[in-house]
């Protein structure tokens, strides 16, 4: 589910989460909902991380979107959505 939400493959994603979990900024839970899947949860150091860059990451949002009407914001996510599905279906097809 989280390589669907985040369009980064499997290998990719898998990967990253290694290496979050070394550092100690993530820790996996059993989840309740299926035993094949396991719950991602902030560590203390990974919600002072998430303080420090969130910051960062919205004024890079803010930077790209400048000049762009909440109507266009709304029709860039739209169209962006719609092109990673467009992806997904040639992969699954």
Do not use: Y
Not at 65 to 87: D, I, K, S, W, Y
Request: hydrophobic share 45%.
């Amino acid at each position: 589910m989280l390589a669907e939400l985040t369009a980064v493959d499997r290998t990719t994603l898998n990967h990253t989460i290694r290496l979050m979990v070394a550092s100690r900024i993530v820790r996996r839970e059993a989840s309740g909902l299926d035993r094949r899947s396991v719950a991602l949860k902030l560590t203390a150091l990974g919600r002072r991380r998430l303080v420090q860059i969130l910051p960062v990451v919205t004024a890079l949002n803010d930077r790209c979107l400048m000049g762009l009407g909440a109507a266009e914001v709304r029709a860039l996510v739209g169209q962006m959505r719609h092109m990673t599905e467009n992806l997904d279906d040639r992969q699954s097809g």
